[in-house]
Every structure is written in C-alpha cells, then in structure tokens.
C-alpha cells in the first residue's frame, strides 16, 4: 500500500509514518512524504492508495515561514476537479485556521471538508502528539480500505 503523507512537520510526518508500519498490513508499505503545498500538488500526478493531508502548509519549499491556513482545502479541490479519488484523511494539529475576519474554527472546516469532498475524504481528524486518539481513529479507517 502506498501512502502519500502531506505533512510540513517533520516529527509528525514520523509519527503517521512510524503508525501505519505498526499496523503490520498484509501488503508492503510504501510512504512519499511531501513537505509542502507545491510538492503536494504535483504528487497528486502519481499513483498512491491512500493521502494523509494536513491542513496547514508552506506554500513551496522556499516559504517555510510562511504557511498557507487551509492549503489542505486548495489540494481537495485540485484533486475533486482532476477526479482523483483516492482515500484521503485530513489530520491537522490546530483548532482555528485563518486570520481576523476569514478565521474559522476545526469544527467549521470540517462540515466544510464533508459537504464539499465528502467523496475524497474519509475523516477530518484532530492530531495530539500526547493523545493517541487519532491513531485508533486512523486504524479503522485504513483497515476499512485495505
């Protein structure tokens, strides 16, 4: 199974990465990390089982500095309008995205997410290093589609 993990943040990235090879799949397993929204979007170009998406990301590698707050949603649509549907997981480590005036909160975006790419993505889930909620969330939903 290859899994394509969008995710800025090295030691999270290690953390999906180090979870899914727990789970001991009948079939290998093969990771592509993107670190970024351009990388990301041009990856969507190759073949992969399954996408673990974060919501906020650098928009290349040169403006790591600076994060685009819903790129996630930008690469949902890139892949609605190329109908790429493959299993896709949102898992975000913050509560509110934006700022000021476009501010919304993780609840929000997810009814956003489900109304919008609800055939893309399987679940929006809420990453905490210190709580392994997400990955029992997680488990089911690969299990589901292996």
Partial sequence: ??????????????????????LSLKE??????????????????????F???DMTLPLDAHS??????????DILEIMKHRNV?????????YDTFGKHQNKVNLSSLTKKVNNEYGEIVKQVLFYDAADGEWCEEMKIIIQEVT
């Fill in 1 to 22: 199974m290859k899994f394509l993990i969008i995710e800025d943040d090295h030691d999270k990235a290690k953390s999906i990465e180090d979870f899914i090879t727990s």
């Fill in 28 to 49: 290998g397993i093969e990771f592509d990390i993107k670190t970024n929204y351009q990388d990301g979007k041009r990856a969507l170009r190759d073949s992969y089982d």
């Fill in 51 to 53: 996408l673990i998406l």
């Fill in 64 to 73: 790591v500095e600076n994060k685009v707050a819903t790129a996630g949603i």
């Fill in 85 to 93: 549907i493959k299993p896709c997981v949102v898992l975000t480590q």
